[in-house]
Nanobody, 125 residues
Framework: QVQLVDSGGGLVQAGGSLRLSCAAS????????MGWFRQAPGKEREFVTL????????AYTDSVKGRFTISRDSAKNTVYLQMNNLKPDDTAVYYC??????????????????WGQGTQVTVSS
């Protein structure tokens, strides 16, 4: 069983930055593909980014390319989401997700077996 604890959300003005963290436990971190999803009020949960279990491949949804960066630290069993130039449309609850192995094509919530509790990101205009 994998446990995920995500953190780092908050309130920021448009153009600002935040860094989200997700600490994983319960399984060898190097076997986990890690993803970030977000869900705004009244909307479905959507894919944001992922990094594969090898740490060598990433994928981003078009709306965050060039602004968000995902990375992983194997020594800390943690994945990070650096979010720059934030926009009001980025406002949502952000969820960390994990699955065993996988690839950059696993971009649906149903592709992931484990989820963090979510962290709120609010971007004011």
């Amino acid at each position: 069983q994998v446990q995920l604890v995500d953190s780092g959300g908050g309130l920021v003005q448009a153009g600002g930055s935040l860094r989200l963290s997700c600490a994983a436990s319960g399984r060898t971190f190097s076997t986990l593909t890690m993803g970030w999803f977000r869900q705004a009020p009244g909307k479905e949960r959507e894919f944001v980014t992922l990094i594969d279990y090898n740490g060598g491949a990433t994928a981003y949804t078009d709306s965050v390319k060039g602004r968000f960066t995902i990375s992983r630290d194997s020594a800390k069993n943690t994945v990070y989401l650096q979010m720059n130039n934030l926009k009001p449309d980025d406002t949502a609850v952000y969820y960390c997700a994990a699955r065993a192995y996988g690839s950059v094509w696993h971009r649906l919530p149903d592709n992931y077996d484990y989820w963090g509790q979510g962290t709120q990101v609010t971007v004011s205009s």
